[in-house]
């Protein structure tokens, strides 16, 4: 008979003494062996852990744990930081292209003129021509101002009169020149 059968025998009450002590006995021997197995695992697992090694694993996580805190905060200012920019720079923009009044040709004509009369009050040797000036080189640079609104677009001609070069800067919302460089 198998052992099961016999256990259920002796939980009904239906066995006989020699299986009653056969039973009661290898009940005993399993909780012998169950005890012995615990008390050998609960060394290993619950064995006191090592100074050292707490505090080395504490100072692990604690630097784990602030480099992913600086990181996170870099993070948020760097978004901070875009959307305000964005912002900023997208104001100057919008007043910058709403603010347009001269065109880039209109503005070499200004530069043109503004530049010959430059020239001819201020270098008493100049000989140049209105009529034959060369647009060398051509810029429209943004410029942003303090007040955000006045933001404007200035066009940067490089001009040839003859043998005399010069720089002039027009604001594309005045109309306002300005001479950077004369060679």
Same mark, same amino acid.
Do not use: H, W
């Given at each position: 008979m198998k052992f099961e059968e016999l256990y259920e025998k002796y939980l009904q009450g239906n066995c006989t003494e020699e299986e009653k002590i056969f039973v009661e006995g290898e009940i005993a021997r399993a909780r012998a062996v169950n005890e012995r197995l615990l008390s050998a695992h609960k060394e290993e697992v619950i064995r006191p852990a090592d100074n050292k090694k707490v505090k080395k694993a504490?100072? /692990?996580? !604690?630097? /784990?744990?602030?480099?992913?805190?600086?990181? &996170?905060?870099?993070?948020?200012?760097? &978004?901070?930081?875009?959307?305000?920019? %964005?912002?900023?720079?997208?104001?100057?923009?919008?007043?910058?292209?709403? %603010?347009?009044? +001269? !065109?880039?040709? @209109?503005? $070499?004509? +200004?530069? +043109?003129?503004?530049?010959? @009369?430059?020239? !001819? @009050?201020?270098?008493?040797?100049? @000989?140049? !021509?209105?009529? $034959?000036? +060369?647009? $060398?080189?051509?810029?429209?640079?943004f410029e942003i101002t303090s007040k955000l609104k006045n933001s404007y677009y200035a066009y940067s001609y490089e001009l040839l009169f003859g043998r005399t070069e010069v720089e002039v800067m027009v604001n594309s919302r005045t109309g306002e020149c300005r001479i950077t460089d004369v060679d």
């Open positions: 504490k100072k /692990k996580f !604690s630097l /784990k744990m602030a480099m992913t805190a600086a990181v &996170v905060t870099l993070a948020v200012l760097v &978004v901070v930081c875009g959307a305000v920019l %964005g912002g900023v720079f997208g104001t100057a923009a919008t007043a910058a292209k709403d %603010g347009v009044k +001269i !065109s880039a040709e @209109e503005g $070499k004509q +200004i530069a +043109i003129d503004y530049a010959f @009369e430059f020239l !001819s @009050e201020n270098y008493y040797n100049f @000989e140049g !021509s209105k009529d $034959k000036a +060369i647009v $060398k080189d051509f810029e429209k640079d």
